[in-house]
């Protein structure tokens, strides 16, 4: 027995200096790569046309399907990663034999160990997929049997057959004329997408990374039914801050009833915002937010009525369009970051300045950044969830959560917005960027 324990020890041990060492190679206290793709009007449209492009791949029956991304649209999507994830920076540089693939990323570590640096190259294959070394920090490493490992390790870890079917999809990879371009066959298994058999929907459900689902369920059958006991309430209750503060005042109920139960729970609060926020976006924002969390709603047809002209007509400011990008921006914040969420907001404004949109709005973005900003304090931390719990289940009005949007300027097109502002990254666009926090900073919910 004590020589087992001896050997695991050792085991341990030497595991730990590994990792160590593997570590201390491949973090880095500087970035190999900084990328220089800013997001504007172009980037933002280039980026919507290969989106479309995917999506409608995707949904085309015929197999196999093919993906072609030009050397723009690839600068347009690495400068909005770069926007909604500012600790990564990467480039995709299309030669005549490779695309060269840059990437650093900074990590929450002291800064002798603060970047992870990759590079490699993606060569031309006629069949799989065929990475040449891959450079991660001061180490080397083969392209090809990482994209092995990668494949062993989704199989093993995450859902058996996952990594080799994600692998085998890939038939030919050809590079010319500044574009990549693809064949995938999506096997059977992962091109259903019903909920009785598609392992997406299982793999969601296992992992539940999008907070609890009864609990969120509750909140959202809660609001229903409230909603039932009103008279006449889809026709008098327009404005978003009734529901913000029916939201907040279940939570907040919510929270204070586990404290009197002495529950362990630490971060009741946080978890009761959170979920209530996330019923209220699923209420009233798009159904595809339910695919992501888990089946939440189970409405009615009345309720569905109900909730469909609610959506459609609850104002925030007296507007529908801010109301939609509070939501969309609370929802985005649950679902990833506030860089994300602003990012995603700013990316919609460039597309509306295009002709035929109803142009850029910065009152849009104000909308946006008020709601990312309130799904933050909300369930940052224990001591700010409580402190709006208590702020926002009293009367509100909307002057509590979102400024005035008097001066703001909106209707800005494509031509103008490049005259006036040119990209995220102008002087002239930060200062006004900084004109919407100044504003947001003066109510008292968000100092």
Same mark, same amino acid.
């Not at 970035?31 to 995917?54: D, H, I, M, Y």
């Not at 609001?223 to 327009?238: H, K, M, T, V």
């Given at each position: 027995?004590?020589?087992?324990?001896?050997?695991?020890?050792?085991?341990?041990?030497?595991?730990?200096?590994?990792?160590?060492?593997?570590?201390?190679?491949?973090?880095?206290?500087?970035?190999?790569?900084?990328?220089?793709?800013?997001?504007?009007?172009?980037?933002?449209?280039? !980026?919507?046309?290969?989106?479309?492009?995917?999506?409608?791949?995707?949904?085309?029956?015929?197999?196999?399907?093919?993906?072609?991304?030009?050397?723009?649209?690839?600068?347009?999507?690495?400068?909005?990663?770069?926007?909604?994830?500012?600790?990564?920076?990467?480039?995709?540089?299309?030669?005549?034999?490779?695309?060269?693939?840059?990437?650093?990323?900074?990590?929450?570590?002291?800064?002798?160990?603060?970047?992870?640096?990759?590079?490699?190259?993606?060569?031309?294959?006629?069949?799989?997929?065929?990475?040449?070394?891959?450079?991660?920090?001061?180490?080397?490493?083969?392209?090809?049997?990482?994209?092995?490992?990668?494949?062993?390790?989704?199989?093993?870890?995450?859902?058996?057959?996952?990594?080799?079917?994600?692998?085998?999809?890939?038939?030919?990879?050809?590079?010319?004329?500044?574009?990549?371009?693809?064949?995938?066959?999506?096997?059977?298994?992962?091109?259903?997408?019903?909920?009785?058999?598609?392992?997406?929907?299982?793999?969601?459900?296992?992992?539940?990374?999008?907070?609890?689902?009864?609990?969120?369920?509750?909140?959202?059958?809660?609001?229903?039914?409230?909603?039932?006991?009103?008279?006449?309430?889809?026709?008098?209750?327009?404005?978003?801050?009734?529901?913000?503060?029916?939201?907040?005042?279940?939570?907040?109920?919510?929270?204070?009833?586990?404290?009197?139960?002495?529950?362990?729970?630490?971060?009741?609060?946080?978890?009761?915002?959170?979920?209530?926020?996330?019923?209220?976006?699923?209420?009233?924002?798009?159904?595809?937010? %339910?695919?992501?969390?888990?089946?939440?709603?189970?409405?009615?047809?009345?309720?569905?009525?109900?909730?469909?002209?609610?959506?459609?007509?609850?104002?925030?400011?007296?507007?529908?369009?801010?109301?939609?990008?509070?939501?969309?921006?609370?929802? *985005?914040?649950?679902?990833?970051?506030?860089?994300? !969420?602003?990012?995603?907001?700013?990316?919609? %404004?460039?597309?509306?300045?295009?002709?035929?949109?109803?142009?850029?709005?910065?009152?849009?973005?104000?909308?946006?950044?008020?709601?990312?900003?309130?799904?933050?304090?909300?369930?940052?931390?224990?001591?700010?969830?409580?402190?709006?719990?208590?702020?926002? !289940?009293?009367?509100?009005?909307?002057?509590?959560?979102?400024?005035?949007?008097?001066?703001?300027?909106?209707?800005?097109?494509?031509?103008?917005?490049?005259?006036?502002?040119?990209?995220?990254?102008?002087?002239?666009?930060?200062?006004?960027?900084?004109?919407?926090?100044?504003?947001?900073?003066? *109510?008292?919910?968000?100092?």
């Amino acid at each position: 027995m004590k020589l087992a324990f001896k050997i695991l020890g050792l085991l341990i041990i030497t595991s730990v200096i590994f990792i160590s060492v593997v570590s201390f190679l491949a973090l880095q206290s500087q970035p190999q790569f900084k990328n220089n793709n800013t997001v504007n009007v172009q980037a933002a449209t280039q !980026s919507k046309v290969a989106a479309k492009r995917f999506i409608e791949s995707l949904k085309n029956k015929k197999q196999p399907v093919l993906l072609s991304l030009s050397q723009t649209e690839i600068n347009g999507l690495n400068a909005l990663l770069n926007r909604a994830f500012p600790q990564i920076s990467s480039d995709v540089i299309i030669q005549n034999e490779a695309a060269k693939i840059k990437m650093s990323i900074e990590l929450p570590f002291p800064k002798a160990f603060k970047y992870l640096n990759i590079s490699g190259d993606l060569h031309p294959s006629d069949k799989g997929i065929n990475i040449g070394d891959v450079n991660v920090g001061g180490l080397t490493f083969s392209g090809n049997q990482l994209v092995s490992f990668s494949r062993w390790f989704l199989d093993w870890f995450i859902q058996d057959k996952l990594g080799t079917n994600l692998v085998s999809m890939v038939q030919w990879v050809k590079l010319n004329d500044q574009h990549i371009r693809t064949s995938l066959f999506i096997p059977q298994e992962m091109n259903e997408l019903n909920k009785g058999s598609s392992a997406l929907f299982a793999l969601r459900d296992n992992l539940a990374l999008f907070g609890d689902v009864p609990k969120i369920k509750f909140y959202h059958h809660a609001l229903a039914e409230y909603l039932d006991q009103l008279e006449n309430s889809a026709s008098n209750n327009r404005k978003l801050a009734y529901y913000i503060q029916f939201m907040f005042t279940l939570a907040h109920q919510q929270t204070s009833l586990a404290n009197t139960s002495q529950s362990q729970n630490k971060k009741r609060a946080v978890q009761e915002n959170y979920s209530a926020l996330m019923a209220l976006a699923l209420y009233f924002g798009s159904d595809a937010f %339910e695919l992501l969390v888990g089946d939440v709603s189970n409405l009615t047809d009345a309720q569905i009525r109900k909730r469909n002209f609610l959506r459609n007509k609850v104002t925030l400011r007296n507007r529908i369009d801010l109301q939609k990008h509070f939501i969309y921006s609370v929802a *985005l914040q649950l679902f990833g970051n506030s860089s994300a !969420s602003d990012a995603i907001g700013e990316i919609k %404004e460039f597309l509306d300045s295009n002709p035929g949109g109803s142009g850029f709005s910065f009152a849009d973005l104000m909308a946006d950044r008020a709601g990312t900003r309130l799904a933050k304090l909300a369930t940052t931390s224990e001591t700010s969830a409580l402190r709006l719990q208590k702020i926002l !289940s009293k009367n509100i009005e909307e002057s509590d959560f979102m400024p005035e949007i008097h001066g703001i300027p909106e209707g800005i097109s494509a031509d103008t917005f490049n005259l006036d502002y040119r990209d995220v990254d102008s002087q002239e666009y930060k200062k006004m960027i900084s004109i919407l926090d100044e504003r947001l900073a003066e *109510l008292t919910l968000y100092d």
